[in-house]
């Protein structure tokens, strides 16, 4: 075949095929105006990571990454700033204030400018501007942030503020100073039907429609077997006033990828076992439970109204008080991210 083409026509078919085992792009284009500046783009994604309305977004694909220098954004798979700060913030205000050295008051309260001492939220050199976003723009509304003097709510120094985590605490912290109670009459309790004549965010709250604690299959054997809920290594059982994905005012107390729903007849564990319920600010269900047959901190299964799959595959495992079903045999079964370490594998404990 070469040898009935001509020169010319010889020499374009060689070019051709040497281009066509070219690496893409040649080492010497990386430097030209088509590739020039990559870190310009990156910078700016960045940028766009950073802004608040994209924290949710960014959290969710981000996961379970570090990001590198503390500043997040591109690169690493690592959570962005917003998530950074708000995490430390948890861990601090949640669990690590008296180890840290930084004094919580009897409603979970710390000074501003101590919380932005230490050490990991000191490394993230954030504004108070930035705090205020993280309290405001949480998505589950985390925190709590209040001025040392109610004139002064204009002022910008750290040193004239107070911040708390709502709820959630593993630290030791007084119910009654943190939380609003729930009764079963509030005007037992001599305020009115919707809380008029206590103090604002402070008087008790009658007992919610719904309240529904998310959990597990992993943990659901460890459920039955301990005899109900437990607190484990908080202060409290979480629980929610609906579903996430009702939206209204749900705005925390259940993980969105909870497999397990656990309704619970708040009424009847309040008039038979005189259980202690609460409301957080953020609108999260809590309780101390009680102690049974040795185990502290439990909310007994008799008080579960009902157990239902969020899968269509997984029906009514429990009812009235009373065991239905168990999980299908050949149900898959997963520990859920973050809660391998704390909640073992294998449903052995109750979440």
């Given at each position: ?332 079964v997963v520990v859920p991210v973050g809660k391998g370490g704390r909640g073992g594998r294998g449903g052995r404990r109750g979440r």
């Amino acid at each position: 075949m070469l040898k009935s083409l001509q020169l010319p026509t010889l020499a374009r078919a060689i070019n051709s095929l040497r281009a066509q085992h070219t690496p893409y792009p040649p080492k010497r284009n990386l430097s030209s105006t088509s590739f020039s500046h990559p870190q310009r783009a990156h910078l700016h994604l960045t940028t766009m990571d950073q802004s608040p309305t994209n924290n949710s977004r960014n959290h969710s694909n981000r996961r379970g990454g570090r990001s590198r220098g503390g500043h997040g954004g591109g690169g690493g798979g690592g959570p962005n700033r917003d998530v950074q700060l708000s995490k430390a913030l948890s861990k601090l205000l949640r669990h690590q204030a008296e180890s840290a050295g930084v004094q919580l008051d009897r409603e979970g309260f710390a000074a501003l400018d101590r919380v932005l001492a230490w050490g990991p939220i000191k490394s993230l050199k954030p504004s108070f501007s930035e705090i205020q976003s993280a309290v405001r723009d949480s998505d589950k509304q985390r925190f709590a942030l209040k001025p040392k003097d109610p004139a002064q709510t204009d002022s910008e120094d750290p040193a004239d503020w107070l911040i708390r985590a709502n709820q959630g605490h593993s630290i030791k912290l007084e119910s009654e100073a943190l939380l609003r109670p729930i009764v079963l009459d509030v005007k037992e309790v001599g305020v009115g039907a919707e809380g008029e004549g206590a103090e604002e965010g402070k008087g008790p709250v009658p007992v919610p429609e719904t309240v529904v604690h998310g959990t597990y299959f992993a943990f659901w054997p460890g459920i039955v077997e301990s005899g109900g809920l437990r607190v484990m290594g908080r202060q409290h059982v979480h629980c929610s006033i609906g579903l996430p994905e009702e939206g209204k005012e749900v705005v925390s107390g259940m993980r969105r990828d909870a497999e397990l729903l656990v309704y619970i007849d708040v009424e009847r564990s309040i008039r038979e076992a005189g259980m202690k319920w609460w409301m957080s600010e953020n609108g999260v269900v809590l309780t101390e439970g009680v102690e049974e047959n040795g185990v502290g901190g439990l909310v007994p299964s008799r008080f579960f109204k009902k157990v239902v799959g969020r899968k269509k595959d997984v029906g009514v495992l429990w009812e009235d008080g009373e065991k239905k079903a168990d999980l299908p045999a050949d149900l898959k079964v997963v520990v859920p991210v973050g809660k391998g370490g704390r909640g073992g594998r294998g449903g052995r404990r109750g979440r």
